[in-house]
């Protein structure tokens, strides 16, 4: 399963691009907003930050509604950085939404359908011709449903109909979510910093290093 950062904050991002395990970027107007910054311009600044990763998700606006205005804020928004190949349109679960989807999916542009709670309309993405498919783990766990469950249906269908769309697990919180997508079937997690963080520290490995380092000093001391 590939890790990408949830995230507009260019300080997580450089971090998390040193470490080497990142695979994309996801953001939204929301992110960008508590960054204070023009939307667009961030979205260059990010794809400047990680030229290595497949994917850097730029999501159509609240007050693009309609396919027409989903497609002409698209078109936008892939000029930034040149047409940047890594740049992936992310759209929202509707119908004009998904009709955007395939006309930008016909063109060869990568998009990213998102806010996606049912089986059904990963179903109706995927057949949209979505690169990715964004179902909400947390948001779903926040009114007592297994959002990872999901995550195991969307899979097992994507299965059974040789579907190529990816499945990115989002609105992931914790390091568990992390592990039982990737036990379930997602092809992706998508994350902030403080969960990556998270995952890759453990008790022992801190005494462990502390036991190496005051071993260490009694060699180097003889």
């Known amino acids: 399963m590939k890790l990408f950062i949830d995230s507009a904050n260019v300080v997580d991002i450089k971090k998390a691009y040193r470490v080497g395990v990142l695979s994309g970027v996801t953001t939204n107007p929301s992110l960008v907003a508590k960054e ?3 939307f667009e311009d961030r979205i260059e600044e990010i794809l400047k930050l990680v030229p290595k990763v497949e994917s850097v998700s730029a999501e159509v606006t609240p007050d ?6 989903m497609i002409a804020q698209a078109e936008e928004l892939i000029k930034i950085n040149n047409y940047d190949k890594n740049i992936t349109i992310k759209l929202p679960m509707t119908l004009d939404g998904l009709e955007a ?48 469950q999901l995550v195991v249906k969307i899979a097992e269908l994507f299965r ?32 902030p910093f403080s969960v990556i963080e998270q995952i890759s520290k ?10 190496f380092a005051a071993d260490w000093k009694k060699a180097v001391k003889g």
């Open 36 to 38: 204070g910054v023009k």
């Open 64 to 69: 693009a509604e309609t396919a027409e205005e």
């Open 202 to 211: 453990h008790p022992l490995t801190d005494q462990g290093l502390d036991k």
């Open 160 to 191: 059974i109909h040789n579907l190529d769309a990816q499945i990115i697990a989002a609105s992931v919180r914790h390091p568990d979510h992390v592990t039982r997508v990737a036990m379930a079937g997602a092809h992706i997690a998508t994350v």
């Open 101 to 148: 989807c395939r006309y930008l999916a016909d063109k060869g542009i990568k998009t990213n359908v998102t806010l996606i709670f049912t089986v059904n309309q990963a179903l109706l993405a995927a057949r949209a011709g979505a690169t990715y498919v964004s179902p909400f783990l947390g948001r779903l766990d926040d009114i007592s449903e297994d959002g990872v």
